[in-house]
């Protein structure tokens, strides 16, 4: 039996070299765009959130700034009253209505110096505190 002398090649299979350079290319730029969109997704949803803190801190300060300022205004109603009247003899209440002024004067200093009161404020305040 003879033996023939052909050399059987096998053909090869799968993609070639040239074929799996471009499937490679493909998968790279198919995953930098995924991964872009990604972060960009991932940062708008970032700077969202912090808008929204931002937000939700700014709503706080404004509440705190109107309550302090209707305490405020709450103060100055109150020290606006006028004082109960003094059924005492003629000479303590005299001593008790020049303390008094004082210290109202004293509070209106306090409120000019604090930035609550201007000075016309102020001025009008003290002369109708003396002018009693």
């Not at 995953?31 to 708008?44: E, I, N, P, Q, R």
């Not at 706080?60 to 100055?76: H, R």
């Not at 004293?106 to 009161?117: P, S, T, V």
């Not at 102020?122 to 109708?128: D, G, L, N, T, V």
């Amino acid at each position: 039996m003879r033996r023939s002398r052909t050399v059987n090649v096998n053909t090869r299979r799968g993609p070639g070299l040239m074929g799996t350079m471009a499937r490679t290319a493909v998968i790279a730029g198919t995953a930098t765009a995924v991964s872009s969109k990604t972060a960009a997704a991932m940062t708008g949803s970032a700077q969202a959130k912090q808008g929204a803190q931002q937000a939700q801190m700014q709503a706080m300060v404004d509440e705190q700034v109107q309550q302090q300022l209707a305490d405020q205004q709450a103060q100055m109603e109150q020290q606006q009253a006028p004082p109960p009247p003094v059924a005492m003899a003629a000479p303590v209440a005299d001593l008790d209505a020049a303390a008094m002024r004082i210290t109202k004067l004293k509070e209106l200093g306090a409120l000019r110096d604090a930035g609550i009161l201007t000075e016309a404020e102020f001025a009008s305040e003290k002369a109708r505190i003396l002018a009693v």
